[in-house]
């Protein structure tokens, strides 16, 4: 009579968190943080189309400093108030420049 629902498969009283968890899904600001931090590391390393590659610029400072081999990008000025920091040549070089130096040093073979 009653048939039961895959796990998968939710009912509207059901809570969404703990399915997630199961399928090793990540929230969703911290998979759009993911693909821009993937296509960031795809266009520096000359796997992504060029035109991404042309919106990153890395950072150089005006004298040699110690941070200079940091691999870190420049970050413009939004240009629109609202919606210009949500811009990829705006919010790439910001997730890009905040985790530690050897995680963006590092060279995966999997990409």
């Known amino acids: 009579m009653f048939r039961?629902?895959?796990?998968?498969?939710?009912?509207?009283?059901?809570?969404i968190t703990p399915i997630l968890h199961e399928l090793h899904w990540l929230p969703v600001k911290d998979r759009i943080a993911y693909k821009i931090l993937l296509l960031t590391y795809k266009a520096l390393h000359g796997k992504a189309l060029i035109y991404l590659a042309d919106l990153l610029h890395p950072h150089t400072p005006p004298q040699p400093l110690r941070s200079g081999d940091a691999g870190l990008l420049l970050a413009p000025p939004p240009t629109r108030i609202r919606w210009g920091g949500r811009s990829f040549s705006c919010a790439a070089p910001r997730l890009w420049n905040s985790p530690p130096r050897s995680t963006r040093k590092s060279s995966p073979n999997y990409f």
Do not use: I, R
Not at 4 to 15: E, F, G, I, V
């Open 4 to 15: 039961t629902l895959p796990p998968y498969q939710n009912t509207s009283k059901d809570h």
